[in-house]
């Protein structure tokens, strides 16, 4: 199941992020994943992720999350599951690429690392992801085409929030709770 949270204060004058708003509102969703809780936050404080796993496909630490990329450029926390890592691990492997997990996030992450957002046609699965690349300063936050996976958004005009649940958001100050015509559309 997993729970996946987090923070991107986007323009200068938005208040860094803070690392208690992310544990608190990550451990909101602790029944989503008993197993582990894992925290990033950015050198520069702008960007932080919340993780609580629910270990089912590698069950060692090496699976846990945030998960980072060899090099640091990506930073990812992932909920959900790719049925078809395996191939698509077997077709990265023999470029060259080196793994470190059995995970199917490690997966997501090399894909992400060599074709972009191109690489979410090639994924077959539930999930809700979110993808930090540190040299382009971009935030990808991204569902399965089915959209089983939920990952809901809270935009103040300054700070992007994230997360899991709804309820998990609502646990902060400043969440607008009213309506919002296009989401009814959605």
């Known amino acids: 199941m997993c729970g996946i949270n987090g923070v991107l204060a986007y323009r200068s004058n938005a208040p860094?992020?803070?690392k208690d708003e992310?544990?608190?509102?990550r451990d909101s969703m602790a029944m989503r994943g008993p197993d582990?809780?894992?925290?990033?936050?950015?050198?520069?404080?702008?960007?932080?992720?919340?993780?609580?796993?629910l270990s089912i496909i590698d069950l060692t630490p090496r699976g846990?999350?945030?998960m980072r990329s060899p090099d640091g450029r990506f930073t990812i926390v992932a909920k959900g599951e790719i049925y078809n890592y395996r191939e698509l691990r077997s077709?990265?492997?023999?470029?060259g690429y080196p793994f470190e997990s059995t995970s199917d996030t490690e997966v997501i992450l090399a894909m992400?690392?060599?074709?972009?957002?191109?690489?979410?046609?090639k994924l077959r699965g539930?999930?809700?992801i979110a993808i930090w690349d540190s040299a382009e300063r971009h935030l990808v936050l991204a569902r399965g085409p089915m959209g089983i996976k939920p990952l809901y958004v809270s935009d103040d005009g300054g700070t992007l929030r994230f997360a899991s649940q709804v309820k998990a958001l609502l646990l902060l100050r400043g969440v607008d709770t009213r309506p919002?015509?296009?989401?009814?559309?959605g």
């Open 16 to 18: 860094a992020v803070e």
């Open 22 to 25: 992310i544990v608190r509102v």
């Open 36 to 53: 582990a809780a894992g925290l990033w936050l950015s050198d520069d404080g702008r960007v932080g992720f919340g993780h609580r796993r």
């Open 64 to 66: 846990n999350q945030p």
């Open 91 to 95: 077709d990265l492997e023999s470029k």
């Open 112 to 121: 992400y690392a060599r074709y972009g957002t191109a690489m979410f046609s």
């Open 126 to 128: 539930m999930f809700g």
């Open 180 to 185: 919002d015509p296009a989401g009814h559309v």
